[in-house]
């Protein structure tokens, strides 16, 4: 029943970061859709880290390079997102209102990605990890 509830939480918050996103591009003051770019971060930033978890046998309690090396092009991926809006904006292709619900619909969105890898990213038997 937890997992409903949480499955359907993260569900929420993804529909809320799309509905922001959507309106920084499609409202009839802004009406450019340059800001949609940001659509490929938010599938990318989640790679880097589910191929080193595959790869990388979980008993050592030590930090190991390969994950490491996955947070960090993780990151990298996250902070571009967010740079992006910003370069448009600073470039005049978007107002600075679409960049800032592109901004909110980034925080949205990538707080309902580390939402779910701290809810499904356990070893249990409703684990992402069977994918």
Do not use: H
């Not at 920084?24 to 450019?32: D, K, V």
């Amino acid at each position: 029943c937890a997992l409903i509830a949480a499955l359907i939480t993260l569900s929420f918050g993804g529909a809320v970061g799309l509905m922001f996103l959507m309106l920084g591009c499609a409202l009839p003051q802004y009406n450019q859709y340059w800001p949609l770019f940001v659509l490929f971060f938010y599938i990318l930033s989640p790679i880097p880290y589910c191929i080193a978890r595959r790869l990388v046998d979980d008993t050592d309690a030590t930090s190991n390079a390969c994950k490491e090396l996955a947070i960090f092009l993780t990151t990298g991926i996250v902070v571009s997102a967010f740079g992006l809006p910003v370069v448009f904006a600073r470039a005049e292709l978007i107002y600075w209102g679409a960049c800032a619900l592109v901004l909110t619909g980034n925080t949205v969105i990538f707080a309902t990605i580390l939402g779910f890898f701290l809810v499904f990213g356990s070893n249990d038997d409703f684990s992402w990890q069977q994918w």
